[in-house]
């Protein structure tokens, strides 16, 4: 295995990187569109937006994979970095500078890889969008021009704030291990302990301007059967789903957090009870139509939400706005679950 020298402009390249904000930061439907269109349109298994940090790359987006980072070390994306075109490896074991790399020999047996710089407006190189396969291919060149004009989607995507105010100024107070520590490992998104500061936060800001600040509480239906049929790792498929439609619903800016093993809570900034609503109902019926493939078959799952909206004043909480969200969510599980509900 050969690992990749660094860039010449490596210092400021990282730098460049870690002035965007979004190392170690959760899942983001933006991010997530562009990699399940590259893995549809060049029929591949595995597509990833990768930064590469300075010890590790790491997946701000990921189809096909579970892991969230690999060492830079072993990272066919660092050597991508190195030129300005697309890096194409046809096959990894005809290839010496990757065919003893462990991602080679052991999961996920990368035989294939295409991978596309992203670049700054600085002209510093932080990542690429890439896409892999278990198998060797040769791709053309209609295939690889649109890797290229994905990885210019991911490119213009890398530099929009499109965060809520309380998320990124949370996440730009916090250093790398603190922000690792912040997201579920599994559905990566924000944490319990995350998601209830992000809404501490949004209180804050919104008691300041004034607005509508809304909550959604939600809760897969009787996910305790989806367990005892398909299994554990069947259920964490179907709540990697679930959260992938949650995300598709939401507007880019809001946030969500995984707040107990099926439930999640999404914190919606400048958004009216009328509009929470709409996006609930969204959430719900993006779910309802969904069918999960795990190994052990097809699975469906249904989702009960709790609305609740307030326009905060000085030294209103966070509990009596989740209490309120709670109060609905029960409403319509005991109203016969699949449904809406609304605080009164």
């Not at 099926?262 to 959430?283: K, N, Q, S, W, Y």
Request: glycine share 6%; aromatic share 6%; charged share 30%.
């Amino acid at each position: 295995m050969v690992e990749a020298p660094l860039p010449p402009d490596e210092a400021a390249r990282v730098r460049a990187l870690r002035e965007l904000g979004l190392l170690f930061t959760p899942a983001e439907e933006r991010f997530e569109r562009i990699t399940r269109l590259a893995a549809r349109f060049l029929r591949m298994p595995t597509a990833l937006v990768s930064l590469v940090d300075s010890r590790v790359q790491w997946f701000k987006a990921s189809h096909g994979v579970r892991a969230a980072e690999t060492p830079r070390a072993i990272s066919f994306c660092a050597h991508a970095i190195l030129g300005d075109d697309t890096l194409v490896v046809p096959d990894t074991l005809e290839d010496p500078r990757f065919r003893d790399n462990p991602l080679v020999t052991g999961e996920p047996f990368i035989r294939f890889y295409a991978g596309h710089p992203l670049q700054l407006v600085d002209g510093s190189k932080v990542g690429t969008l890439c896409v892999m396969d278990t198998r060797p291919r040769q791709p053309d060149e209609t295939e690889l021009e649109t890797l290229r004009f994905l990885a210019g989607w991911a490119q213009d995507e890398l530099q929009m704030q499109v965060l809520s105010e309380g998320q990124a100024a949370l996440i730009a107070e916090r250093d790398e291990l603190r922000r690792r520590a912040m997201l579920d490992p599994l559905t990566r998104t924000w944490n319990r302990d995350a998601i209830l500061e992000v809404l501490e936060r949004e209180l804050a800001r919104a008691a300041r301007d004034g607005s509508p600040l809304s909550v959604i509480m939600a809760d897969v239906d009787h996910f305790k059967g989806v367990n005892d049929t398909f299994g554990h790792p069947a259920g964490d498929r179907v709540l990697l789903g679930v959260v992938a439609s949650l995300r598709a619903a939401l507007r880019p800016y809001d946030a969500v957090g995984r707040f107990g093993g099926e439930e999640f809570l999404a914190v919606l900034p400048h958004c009216d009870g009328r509009a929470a609503r709409t996006i609930a109902e969204r959430m719900r019926a993006k779910v309802e139509v969904e069918r999960f493939e795990t190994a052990s078959g097809s699975a469906r799952a249904t989702l009960s939400l709790g609305v609740a909206t307030m326009v905060p004043t000085p030294g209103a909480d966070a509990p009596g706005l989740i209490e309120a969200a709670d109060r609905a969510l029960y409403r319509a599980k005991a109203d016969g679950r699949n449904r809406v509900a609304v605080s009164a």
